[in-house]
């Protein structure tokens, strides 16, 4: 009998321990990088994150992680006008359509902001950001989100196309739009946030314009916000992964130049605009790293940059409204700071 209750003990043992390494060790954080990280002190500490993606996934099953309901309604705020489908451009018959918000009352041109949806360039829509874009429209924002060819209709460059023609159709519009055409900004999140980082990286390469429409108009950008977008795709893991590979529609080794044409991280220069980067240190789609690259690339560069490393959170880590939250707070507060009109 006492041999059983050591081998139960044993067993018991085993389980404790093989469990406490599934919930805390199985996706162990990257180190932290204070080096990199940079916010204002005014701004509220980030909320707590998880040892693991496990643990993660017990608070969701224990209904312990709040999280935004996409395809819930989500009403209009007073005072918020929209316009469903708008046309911001056309490819052939094809039209290219962006859903707007807007102040009802406005006294004076307001900044414009574009959201771009992720989903891997493959699925998403514009009304997945219609909670962030009627916030922002109700805080007095004239806000656009986005739709655009998905690889599916379209491979690469067709997405970063689209977006640019959304730039250039607000800034065309924006008397009517009553948008200031000098204080604009993009915003998305996974592969949104890389043609957001596209936009505001590479309005000096001419073949990533397209033809969507207004060619005389410029597609140049105050300000860029990243949700862990990808930065650069010349890494193995990048290069490799079947997202994208099958965005590019060819292998690293058949089109290199493509890969590193595609990579945001290729055509930052000193004169690029002030970017705001949100990154979870738990992301196994996108890697921590992406993020702490891009960092370093614009701190060595000079560029104005703020990095929100989240420990603790996983991909579209914002779809927890804890997350949202913050993230609706430290853009508002970025947004302040670089598309006040008083700066030049």
């Not at 451009?89 to 414009?112: C, H, K, Q, T, Y």
């Not at 009627?134 to 655009?148: D, P």
């Not at 200031?180 to 998305?188: E, F, N, Q, S, T």
Request: aromatic share 10%.
């Amino acid at each position: 009998m006492k041999r059983v209750f050591q081998i139960l003990t044993f067993l018991l043992a085993v389980v404790l321990v093989g469990g406490l390494w599934w919930y805390f060790i199985d996706t162990r954080a990257p180190e932290s990088r204070p080096d990199l990280v940079r916010l204002p002190e005014t701004l509220p500490p980030p909320p707590e994150g998880y040892p693991s993606n496990h643990a993660l996934m017990v608070a969701y099953a224990l209904g312990r992680l709040d999280l935004n309901d996409l395809e819930a309604p989500h009403p209009l705020p007073s005072g918020v006008i929209e316009k469903l489908d708008t046309e911001y451009g056309r490819v052939g018959d094809r039209p290219l359509l962006l859903d707007l918000f807007a102040p009802e009352i406005m006294d004076a041109s307001a900044p414009g902001v574009l959201f771009i949806h992720g989903g891997g360039w493959t699925s998403g829509d514009k009304s997945d950001y219609r909670i962030y874009a009627t916030y922002f429209a109700e805080k007095g924002y004239v806000v656009g989100s986005v739709g655009y060819r998905l690889k599916g209709e379209a491979k690469y460059p067709a997405a970063i196309e689209d977006v640019k023609c959304a730039v250039r159709w607000m800034r065309a519009h924006s008397e009517e739009l009553n948008v200031d055409p000098d204080r604009i900004a993009v915003i998305g999140g996974s592969a949104g946030g890389h043609l957001a980082m596209m936009v505001g990286y590479s309005s000096d390469v001419p073949e990533l314009e397209g033809t969507g429409g207004w060619p005389e108009t410029s597609s140049a950008v105050r300000a860029v916000v990243d949700l862990y977008g990808p930065t650069d795709f010349t890494t193995p893991y990048a290069r490799t992964h079947t997202t994208t590979t099958s965005y590019i529609g060819k292998s690293f080794d058949e089109v290199p130049e493509l890969y590193d044409q595609i990579s945001p991280m290729s055509h930052l220069d000193a004169n690029d605009p002030p970017t705001l980067i949100f990154q979870g240190t738990l992301d196994d789609l996108v890697p921590v790293t992406q993020s702490d690259r891009l960092a370093a690339k614009l701190e060595s560069l000079g560029v104005p940059y703020w990095y929100d490393r989240l420990d603790g959170w996983p991909h579209t880590m914002d779809m927890a409204r804890l997350v949202s939250d913050r993230v609706e707070i430290v853009v508002g507060t970025f947004f302040n700071e670089y598309l006040d009109e008083s700066r030049e």
